[in-house]
């Protein structure tokens, strides 16, 4: 049961049934998997945690696998996308979307406690695993190309659309991202609040640098 805009009792359509038991589902997974690593979390524990049966499980989930797979795929577009209003929403304003978007992914892994055990959980797990490692791949590139797209307006910007693939920025803004969330989780004194945020902008004022022509070579 849920409630409607009035407080009263609404019965879940059978969709919106399904989706709040995937929610719950891929909820306990990322505690389970962040608590135990993947080899040592196992779906008995992660559907007694979600509050549901091993059939609800694999009614939604075709093992433990594929929901390792949309627990990281999943939570990537989420922030991608919520950087995407953030950086739209400033826009028209006084701040740099580039240092926005730092402070958002900044605020983000600040909140979700599970995020770099899990980051680091899905490398070791890939470099483990060759057999799987083009799946894990595979299932980061729908957020990374999201990502890709949400680079684009910032380096038109700067001044400098097309100066470097939007692709290689992702790239690199991701592994940044990656390398210091796990940092201030080990040495929180290391990582200041503002340093992913100035970090970005340092990015971005560099390509734009190096994409400005030199004074030799602008024309006379």
């Keep these: 049961m849920d409630s409607d805009s009035d407080g009263k009792p609404r019965r879940l359509t059978r969709a919106e049934a399904k989706a709040r038991t995937r929610r719950r589902l891929l909820d306990a997974a990322a505690h389970v998997f962040a608590r135990k690593g ?12 979600a509050g549901f049966s091993i059939g609800a499980l694999y009614s939604n989930f075709g093992g433990k696998e594929e929901l390792f797979l949309e627990l990281v795929a999943g939570g990537a577009r989420a922030r991608v996308e919520r950087g995407r209003e953030i950086v739209e929403a400033v826009q028209a304003g006084t ?6 978007l730092g402070r958002f992914f900044m605020e983000a892994a600040d909140k979700d406690d599970d995020l770099p055990l899990l980051q680091a959980e899905l490398w070791l797990y890939a470099m483990r695993n060759p057999q799987l490692r083009d799946a894990l791949a595979a299932a980061q590139r729908e957020p990374q190309a999201a990502l890709e797209a949400l680079m684009e307006p910032v380096l038109a910007r700067v001044g400098a659309p ?5 692709s290689t ?3 690199v ?7 210091l ?3 201030r989780r080990l040495d929180p004194s290391s990582v200041p609040d503002d340093l992913l945020r100035q970090a970005m902008r340092w990015l ?3 390509i734009a640098a190096t994409s400005s022509p030199s004074p030799e070579e602008e024309p006379s």
């Design 169 to 171: 920025v992702a790239t």
């Design 162 to 166: 097309g100066a470097v693939p939007a």
């Design 181 to 183: 969330v796990r940092q």
């Design 38 to 49: 993947y080899a040592g979390a196992s779906v008995e524990e992660i559907a007694e945690a």
């Design 173 to 179: 803004t991701s592994a940044m991202f990656q390398g």
């Design 95 to 100: 701040e740099e979307p580039e240092s926005a």
């Design 204 to 206: 971005f004022a560099g």
